[in-house]
Each structure stands twice: as structure tokens, then as C-alpha cells.
């Protein structure tokens, strides 16, 4: 495998095409068009990738309007770098940033929490028991990790006893490659866990298996660790040629598939883990134990009277038509990002393309005409596989391959251009998504 010093030169070819297509995407995007005069007043929940780039677009397109987000986190967190920063790739810092540096003006940033959504008041209360009417509502908080469904399990024990979990934010990537590194100095048991409930970026559970396995092999060397993956159901990943894929990658890593094992209690002081499985429960002991919880929509939102009353009744996702993220009961109502309903779209990818999407319809429904923009649930993972490469996944509702650059980057093949694509371009992608400019 080359080194990182010998990729530069490529590495650089590549950055530059990358950030000259975002150029060009950024000059192609409607900004030319004509401003639309309106008084309305939109609130949006939650300034993440979703709320902040769909506030960005607005506040171009749009003359007049009031434009509020409501958040209390004075932080933006970069999420997709969580993994590199759980590897000992990258720096808890990589990962953040303030919210409000982020926000063009003329966007009112509220910096508390929706308390209450009344869908039929179109109004919103916060936790500062401030109350913003609306005339159009997106619905984008995220979601929350129900940690409290793991007994013995609290974010205290990270980075301790074994105990690693990226997903809770920048300080627990960190101390969870404290937990890690030790493991693959040391040797040992390691497990990797996925919940059984939806969740964001469903690759993570892998990319993490899969990197610390490979710094596992380089450290302490071959033979010294025993990796076990516990999926949720008998795959291993949504779409069965990638599945498959990562099947085969696991036999030839010694990586050992543990198929329908769902952590449910764990035992920090004697380092054992139960699992509920079709037979019933079984303990297993680790060295190493990567605990990702269910995940879940927040609770302002399974109150709103949003949700889907008859499927993911247990996790809360908002009521949308998928094709335009679109509320079903109540349409001036819009979700994005994790908490929408829709069968894919817990990624950073789908924000990109599902933001144009309620951009269009929401401008179509001021203007009193229909949108067009269809979201087609395109969604993407570079699935780190080793430090220095990974696999581009890219796929929408129907489980279709859409590679974005077919003939070049393969997407079942373990490419150092498709790593780039997360080390480095996807960052800069990113940014200019929030920024409203791609």
C-alpha cells in the first residue's frame, strides 16, 4: 500500500478537480433567479447540516421573509469526521465549529430548544418560553441516542473500562480512541455494535470495525486481536451487494459476523456485553466494546403529533412524502435531515440532495404554484475499510448503485481516492453545503 507522502502529488490533482467542481456547482445553482417578494415566516428547527444550508438558500432566494432557527447549541459538529476522530486520525477539533459563523444574515438564530410544536396553530414554544407562529415550518433537530435502552450503559463509562462510542459527539470520538488505542496495543476481544432502530450514517458501526482492525494489525500485529461485528438482523449492510461485500472483507480480516445480536445491558466492571438474539440472550466478554445506542427522533417532535402513527411508531419520525420530504397531514410542514421519515437519508450526502428538494416546494408554495424537485433518496458512504482506503457507496431508495463518477471510481473496490473522498473532499463539500452553495 502507498504512503500518504507518495499519494501527494494525486492527492493534490484531485483537490483541485474536486474544489473546482464545486466551483462550477456553485455557478450553475439558481442564484440568478429572479428574488421572490414575500412576508412569510419560516421557522426552521435545528441549525445542523440541514437547517443551516436550507436557512442559506432561503435567505438568497427570498425577499422579506423572516427566516428563524432555533437551536441552543452555540457548536456545529461536523459529524462524518466523528469516525476519523474515534480512529486517531483527526483531532476532536476537526469536528467543530460555532453555529452561528455559519449563518448568512439576515437569519435570526434563536439559541433555545422547540419545547412544542402545534401543527394546527402553526405555532412553535421554545425553552426559553419564547412562542414563533409560522407560515412554514422545517423540521430538521436531528435526532437523540437513547442511551438509557442499554442497561449499565452511560456516556460517564467512554473511553473507560474498554468502552468506546463515537456517535455522541466530538469529546467521546476522542475518548473512545482512548479506549481503542489501548485495544489494539494491548490485544484482545474486540466488539463492534449497530442498534436495531434506524440511525444516521449506518456505515459508521463498519468504518469503525474495519479501521481499528487494521491499526489493530499494524500495532500489536496479526493473530493478537479477535474482532466481532454484531449486526442487528442476518445482513450486513442495507443493500446485499454491498452485504456481501463486506462479508467477504470480514473473512479476510478475521473479522467474525455476529448476525440479529443486539446489545442490550452491559457489565463494565467484569467487561461482558448481552446481546438479545432470536434464542434468547447471550453474554459475551470484550477487551474492547463499541456501543452505538438506538436512535430516535427528540421528543418535541414524537409529542408534535407529527409522526408516522403506523410505522417506525417506536422511533418517531416525521409523517413526509418521500419524493419531496413534504408533511402528509400538514403541508406547510417540511422535515430534513435524520428525523425525516423516509426509508434512506441519515447522511450528510442526503442533506446536499434533500435540500434543494424543500427549497423548491417551499418557494413553489409561497409563490402558490407546485414544486418539481423530486428526492430520489440518494444517499452515500466512503466505507473506510483501512487507513488509506475505502469503498464509495452510493445507492437511493431502491437499493440502485448511482455512482457519482462511474468509469473512475468503482464502488465495491478499495480505492485511496475514494479515502479522499472522505478525509479530505467530503469536508470541503461540506462547508460549501452549509454555506448554501451546494
Known amino acids: 500500500m502507498k504512503s500518504i507522502n507518495e499519494i501527494q502529488p494525486s492527492r493534490r490533482a484531485f483537490l483541485g478537480l474536486t474544489l473546482g467542481g464545486l466551483a462550477t456547482a456553485a455557478a450553475v445553482r439558481p442564484a440568478s433567479a429572479q428574488r421572490v417578494q414575500t412576508k412569510a415566516r419560516i ?11 436550507l436557512a442559506n438558500r432561503l435567505v438568497g ?3 422579506g421573509a423572516e427566516i428563524t432557527i432555533l437551536d441552543p447549541s452555540t457548536e456545529h459538529l461536523y ?5 476519523l476522530v474515534a480512529a486517531g486520525l483527526k483531532p476532536a477539533s476537526y ?9 448568512s444574515k439576515g437569519i435570526t438564530l434563536i439559541p433555545e430548544a422547540a419545547a412544542a410544536i402545534d401543527p394546527v396553530a402553526k405555532t412553535v414554544s421554545t425553552s426559553g418560553a419564547q412562542t414563533f407562529a409560522y407560515d412554514f415550518l422545517v423540521v430538521a433537530p436531528g435526532l437523540v441516542l437513547d442511551h438509557d435502552a442499554i442497561e449499565g450503559f452511560s456516556l460517564d463509562l467512554v ?7 463515537l456517535y455522541p459527539g466530538a469529546q467521546y470520538a476522542a475518548k473512545t480512541w482512548e479506549a481503542a488505542s489501548k485495544f489494539t496495543e494491548d490485544g484482545g476481544v474486540g466488539i463492534f455494535t449497530r442498534p436495531a432502530t434506524e440511525m444516521k450514517c449506518a456505515g459508521a458501526p463498519l468504518k469503525h470495525a474495519f479501521l481499528i482492525e487494521d491499526i489493530a494489525t499494524r ?13 442487528n438482523n442476518n445482513s450486513l449492510f442495507g443493500l446485499p451487494i454491498v452485504s456481501e461485500k463486506v462479508r ?3 473473512e479476510d480480516r478475521g473479522i467474525t459476523p455476529q448476525y440479529s445480536h443486539v446489545l442490550k445491558a452491559i457489565e463494565p466492571g467484569r467487561k461482558i456485553a448481552t446481546f438479545a438474539t432470536p434464542e434468547g440472550d447471550t453474554e459475551m466478554g470484550y477487551d474492547y466494546l463499541h456501543v452505538i445506542s438506538p436512535q430516535r427522533a427528540p421528543d418535541v417532535v414524537r409529542q408534535s403529533g407529527l409522526s408516522w402513527a403506523d410505522k417506525w411508531t417506536d422511533q418517531g419520525w416525521v409523517e413526509v412524502d418521500q419524493q419531496t420530504l413534504r408533511h402528509l397531514r400538514y403541508p406547510e410542514v417540511f422535515a430534513l435531515g435524520d428525523v425525516a421519515g423516509v426509508p434512506k ?57 448511482t455512482p457519482s463518477f462511474p468509469g473512475i471510481i468503482a464502488p465495491l473496490e478499495e480505492l485511496w481516492i475514494s479515502w479522499l473522498m472522505e478525509e479530505v473532499a467530503l469536508k470541503a463539500t461540506y462547508n460549501a453545503m452549509l454555506r448554501g452553495k451546494a
Open 43 to 53: 421557522v426552521i428547527i435545528g441549525a445542523g447540516a440541514a437547517g443551516t444550508s
Open 159 to 165: 473511553g473507560t473500562n474498554g468502552i468506546g462510542a
Open 95 to 103: 469536528t467543530q465549529s460555532n453555529t452561528a459563523d455559519w449563518l
Open 61 to 63: 432566494r427570498l425577499d
Open 248 to 250: 467477504m472483507l470480514f
Open 219 to 231: 500495532t500489536a500485529g496479526a493473530g493478537k486481536h479477535e474482532m466481532h461485528y454484531a449486526s
Open 79 to 83: 459529524q462524518p469526521g466523528l469516525s
Open 345 to 401: 437519508g441519515k447522511t450528510a450526502a442526503s442533506v446536499k440532495w434533500q435540500v434543494p428538494v424543500v427549497e423548491d416546494h417551499l418557494i413553489a408554495a409561497i409563490e402558490g404554484r407546485e414544486g418539481n424537485a423530486v428526492y430520489d433518496g440518494y444517499t452515500s458512504c466512503p466505507l473506510m475499510t483501512r487507513v488509506g482506503r475505502a469503498m464509495l457507496v452510493e445507492f437511493d431508495y431502491h437499493n440502485n448503485l
